[in-house]
């Protein structure tokens, strides 16, 4: 297969395709008609002898061939796109880019507000779209561009992943106000024999809190277990349960209940977010200004 031959924007819209799962949305990001995309998907399936996409019921599903081409398609993408942008400057304030963020709950409520008003002033055209990203995936999406940049624990990912800490955060326990037990002077044995929530997308395993009560011999009970720590501050507002989390989320998701905020009773190491880009766009203008604005949002 000759290169000279191959019209590049047919792999555009591949990638719009796998990406959107049908015409109609693919040809919506691409601005183009559907009949232009039609038209390029049969080229594909002309130039690969492969169907490439089959429908399942509304959604064009990729086929094994099709999956097999996306990732050295996308990184090729990549890759032309960063080379051609490093060569221009990015205008932030006639941008009209929309980043997309692997960011965890913990850190979404502190990064948005002050990042999005940033944003209103240097940056009106921007879009920014905050997802959650599975860390297994996390160094994938980075190398095909599904993500800009990602915000997390520290994370055993290759040096294909750039990555610079950001801020360190401690636990603290939660509790609503007037508890019978749980007040300034909370020790450990009082934290150990009171009912505990614990926030955790996992269906099962310790918290950061656990595994520090572990090195320790030490156990506390949990009964309740839960995904966010919106809903647990809620639940502890109302009952005598406690709940540990990072304080400075601490602040942002119990303000607007009654509760109180009491040292975690036991030393224990911060707990650091990081944040990860991949090594391709590291001289990226665009990428560059992105995660100068996250790091000044932290900051503020």
Not at 86 to 99: G, H, K, L, Y
Not at 143 to 172: E, F, H, K, N, Y
Not at 285 to 293: G, H, I, M, V, Y
């Amino acid at each position: 297969m000759q290169l000279d031959r191959i019209d590049l924007n047919l792999f555009v819209v591949l990638d719009a395709i796998f990406t959107e799962g049908g015409i109609t949305r693919a040809s919506d990001k691409l601005h183009l008609t559907q009949p232009a995309v039609s038209h390029a998907l049969n080229r594909l399936r002309r130039l690969f002898d492969d169907a490439l996409f089959v429908r399942e019921g509304r959604r064009l599903v990729p086929t094994p061939r099709a999956r097999a081409l996306i990732e050295p398609v996308r990184a090729a993408l990549r890759g032309l796109e960063v080379t051609l942008s490093e060569s221009q400057a990015f205008d932030a304030a006639r941008s009209t880019r929309r980043f997309t963020l692997g960011v965890r709950d913990v850190l979404e409520a502190r990064l948005l507000p002050p990042l999005l008003r940033a944003l209103a002033v240097e940056a009106p055209g921007v879009d920014i779209a905050a997802v959650r990203a599975d860390r297994r995936e996390l160094e994938a999406e980075l190398a095909r561009g599904t993500l800009d940049a990602a915000i997390d624990i520290a994370l055993p990912l290759s040096p294909a992943v750039r990555r610079q800490r950001l801020v360190a955060d401690a636990l603290c326990v939660v509790a609503r106000a007037g508890h019978p037990q749980a007040d300034a002077a909370l020790d450990l044995d009082t934290y150990l024999r009171l009912d505990h929530v614990l926030t955790s997308s996992r269906r099962s395993g310790p918290a950061p809190e656990d595994a520090e009560l572990s090195r320790h011999g030490l156990q506390r009970r949990v009964r309740l277990r839960c995904q966010h720590y919106f809903s647990a501050c809620r639940v502890v507002s109302q009952t005598d349960l406690v709940l540990t989390m990072p304080e400075s989320y601490a602040r942002i998701a119990s303000a607007q209940w009654a509760c109180q905020l009491l040292p975690f009773p036991l030393p224990t190491p911060t707990l650091d977010a990081v944040l990860y880009w991949h090594a391709q766009l590291d001289a990226d203008p665009a990428n560059a200004w992105l995660r100068e604005r996250l790091l000044r949002a932290l900051d503020g």
